[in-house]
């Protein structure tokens, strides 16, 4: 490998994260807080309405911060 490769920046890992939810609604913004008390601040077009205070397990990808959420490390839901 070259000293002039690089990998691509766009590229991030997903990871299934548990928590409740803080900022509910019809979306497209969330807020959760995952178990090990980590707070995001979630977007996700067509993901329907999260109740707040529920328990879920979301599938998420950190993400640039083009879109403003609130609070917490901003991430989206990808599908599964």
């Given at each position: 490998m070259s000293s002039r490769h690089r990998e691509p920046t766009d590229l991030r890992a997903s990871a299934l994260v548990s928590g409740h939810?803080?900022?509910?609604?019809?979306g497209p913004c969330y807020g959760l807080v995952?178990?090990?008390g980590i707070e995001y601040a979630l977007h996700g077009v067509g993901y329907g309405t999260l109740t707040e205070g529920s328990f879920v397990s979301l599938r998420?990808?950190?993400?640039?911060?083009d879109a403003g959420c609130g609070p917490g490390l901003?991430?989206?839901i990808v599908a599964r």
């Open positions: 939810i803080t900022r509910g609604g019809r995952s178990e090990d998420i990808v950190v993400r640039p911060s901003r991430a989206s």
